[in-house]
């Protein structure tokens, strides 16, 4: 089976977010964004609610990568992005 290369957006400015998704429009059509809680680990990045109102996020496949303290808190809301 063929490797998949998922692209990793990590970032706690939403409009950094963007841009990172405009550079990859034409390269690929998964991206994979790291959710921080500032407790599993010692940083912090935008939350799920501030993911799903990216722009033209719909045009990629969305992997979320929770490193947070309960993930499971997090699953409900994972399903709105």
């Not at 940083?43 to 990629?60: C, E, G, T, Y």
């Amino acid at each position: 089976m063929p490797h998949k290369i998922i692209p990793a957006i990590l970032t706690a400015d939403l409009q950094d977010a963007e841009n990172k998704l405009r550079q990859l429009n034409d390269l690929t059509d998964w991206v994979q964004f790291d959710i921080m809680d500032g407790k599993f680990v010692n940083n912090v990045s935008f939350n799920i609610k501030d993911l799903a109102q990216i722009k033209f996020l719909k045009d990629f496949n969305v992997e979320i990568h929770l490193m947070v303290y309960k993930p499971e808190e997090y699953f409900k809301e994972c399903e709105d992005v």
